[in-house]
């Protein structure tokens, strides 16, 4: 398998692929065998952040696909084809490993089998087209020549003469005898080789795909026996698989890459997938001048039939919500390797990539992690109000072993669920950026509506006129919990104030903070003084 630094090698060979090219010589068609093996790494959109969703409709992500085949090729030159590649290919990056001639030119076909291809393919040839008899209602079968291409009309000549199909009003199918040379269902990667001998070979194809995205999902459920302010949590995480082109890759050995990936080319622009060309007839209108066109012509057609009724769900499912499995019977943890600076996520057992699908693969389950609640304010002298304002609330731990994590978790969603006498309950949900090891991990649950804080100035006057003098600042904290509670109180950025008269201040995330206990049903007050940090 190849690993996604080649990356930065394939996105010089731009020059490499032809897409027009007339051979030297006739070489025979040889079409490679189906996928005896694959592996998918998926790469987020580098362009989205942790708040954004996947676009659903059109994923920015991609995907590096490794393909192991077989080849079976006659002496001398041929066109090997690899039939069923993905449509997002990015044919540039396109590598084949295993040929003993190696590769002369390379090819991506351009258009796909479809009713316009299959016309203009034709052009010129014989089909059979069956009519209706409007005077017997019996069908009749005839030979007629293609005359026209696909775009706008479709002219057969018969032995009546020239027709235009479908401008009679009555039901007419056309039969082709064959597959025009060229066309496929599914869209095709040619590579020119030679053989000096022949001979069956087993080649590995690889290439980058467009229109692919992932991210994790989170579930966090809440348990009892934590002490005061401390508490235990399940920790679930959900890979989330998106893959918006139209083929699967099935049993593929799946990983995935975090992290901010640079990348200067446009994988959208280089994909170019192959077009699957409606047939559009364009035909005289029907009726006439004086009695017009009959008014069910132009009547819609009758909408479809409505769904069958779903089946009733199981009496077990009814009663437990947690026997339904997204995926597998049991929780598949993923392998985390480093990658330089990113971070790779190998699934230990192979997972179908659907086509045009959304999938979840469990791949995290941390059953008992350590974690406190923490209540949260701020108080500067530009966040002074008379009013008092509720204390927000955090579910803080740390990306360690001795917290029962200890892996790097990438960007994603995070539901939070609390146990009550009615199930478990969400009592919040928020997204997270990515998280190495040994990191805080800070969860908003929202705002408390049992601790709340008033921040004032105690004295009024301007920097601007007297920057050496100092201001006396307080901060009443209040709870109405039964238990005491631990508040984290932000005093303002640690390069914009000196501070003095408080005890325990530290800085983090650049913040100057100080965290104290507030008595269960009590209250807690702060004072300090501060001045601007360039006063001297």
Not at 129 to 144: D, F, K, L, Q, Y
Request: glycine share 8%.
């Amino acid at each position: 398998m190849r690993f996604p630094s080649q990356i930065a090698c394939w996105v010089t060979l731009a020059g490499a692929l032809t897409v027009v090219a007339a051979p030297a010589v006739a070489r025979e068609a040889v079409d490679a065998s189906a996928p005896q093996d694959l592996a998918v790494t998926l790469y987020r959109d580098p362009n989205r952040s942790p708040g954004d969703a996947m676009e659903r409709d059109w994923p920015r992500g991609f995907a590096m696909i490794t393909e192991t085949r077989q080849v079976t090729l006659p002496p001398g030159e041929s066109t090997i084809r690899f039939t069923g590649v993905a449509e997002g290919m990015v044919a540039v990056s396109a590598i084949v490993t295993g040929l003993p001639g190696g590769t002369i030119e390379k090819i991506r076909n351009a258009d796909l089998l479809s009713p316009a291809s299959l016309v203009d393919g034709t052009l010129g040839n014989r089909v059979t087209i069956t009519r209706t008899n409007p005077a017997t209602g019996e069908t009749v079968t005839e030979s007629a020549v293609v005359r026209t291409r696909a775009d706008g009309g479709l002219v057969l000549q018969t032995g009546q003469g020239y027709e235009a199909v479908r401008c009679s009003g009555l039901p007419e199918k056309l039969t082709f005898d064959r597959v025009p040379v060229g066309l496929s269902a599914q869209p095709v990667f040619s590579v020119d080789t030679r053989s000096p001998s022949g001979g069956t070979y087993t080649v590995e194809l690889t290439y980058l795909a467009w229109g692919f995205d992932w991210q994790a999902n989170y579930v966090a459920t809440l348990q009892q026996g934590g002490q005061g302010d401390a508490m235990k949590l399940r920790l679930m995480s959900w890979l989330t698989l998106l893959n918006d082109n139209g083929q699967s890759f099935p049993d593929a050995e799946l990983l995935v890459i975090a992290g901010k990936l640079n990348v200067v080319s446009d994988f959208e622009e280089l994909s170019d997938p192959p077009d699957a060309r409606p047939l559009r007839l364009t035909c005289y209108p029907f009726g006439s001048t004086a009695v017009g066109t009959p008014v069910y012509d132009l009547m819609p057609p009758p909408p479809p039939p409505p769904p069958a009724p779903m089946m009733a769900a199981p009496a077990a499912m009814l009663e437990r919500a947690d026997a339904i499995v997204v995926t597998g019977a049991r929780m598949m943890k993923a392998e985390e390797e480093a990658l330089g600076d990113l971070k790779l996520y190998r699934v230990p057992e192979p997972v179908t990539v659907s086509a045009k699908g959304l999938k979840q693969v469990a791949f995290l389950d941390q059953e008992s992690v350590d974690g406190r609640l923490l209540y949260r304010s701020a108080c500067s002298p530009w966040e002074t109000t008379d009013e008092v304002v509720r204390a927000s609330m955090l579910l803080v731990t740390v990306n360690d072993r001795k917290h029962g994590l200890g892996m790097a978790l990438p960007m994603g969603g995070v539901a939070v669920f609390e146990p009550s006498a009615y199930g478990e309950q969400l009592v919040a949900e928020e997204q997270i950026r990515d998280y190495a090891a040994g990191q805080d991990i800070e969860l908003n649950l929202g705002e408390s509506s049992q601790v709340f804080a008033r921040c004032e100035r105690m004295a009024d006057f301007d920097f601007g006129e007297e920057p050496k003098r100092w201001m006396p600042m307080r901060t009443t904290l209040t709870n109405a919990n039964a238990n005491p509670v631990k508040v984290r109180v932000s005093l303002g950025p640690s390069g914009s104030w000196k501070l003095q008269g408080l005890k325990g201040t530290r800085v983090k995330d650049g913040q100057v903070i100080v965290e104290v206990t507030v008595p269960g049903n009590g209250s807690r007050e702060l004072k300090w003084d501060l001045r601007p940090a360039g006063a001297v």
